[in-house]
């Protein structure tokens, strides 16, 4: 198992501007989730984080709240919708 160190340095922000997992909120329940790119569904965390130290991960990785909810998005409509892409300026 990757300790969180080892995943935040592992990450890549792939070509489609998505990085390769991120941290999401869940709408609803508020939960903390991984999200894996291109993968459907998420995955529960072992030991649940709060979602400010979750974001703050993710803004040390270069996810910023668009690419989060463009990963959320593709993780349940799919990476291919509209939603789950992200506009390059």
Partial sequence: MRT???A???NKIGPNGLPLW???QMPGSGETVVIDF??????LLEIPIPWEKAQ?????MG???EKEEAMLAGSMFGFHVPAAQIIRK
């Fill in 4 to 6: 969180i160190s080892q």
């Fill in 8 to 10: 935040i340095q592992e």
């Fill in 22 to 24: 991120c941290f999401c």
């Fill in 38 to 43: 291109p993968v459907h569904g998420y995955s």
């Fill in 56 to 60: 703050k991960i993710n803004r040390e």
């Fill in 63 to 65: 996810v910023t709240e």
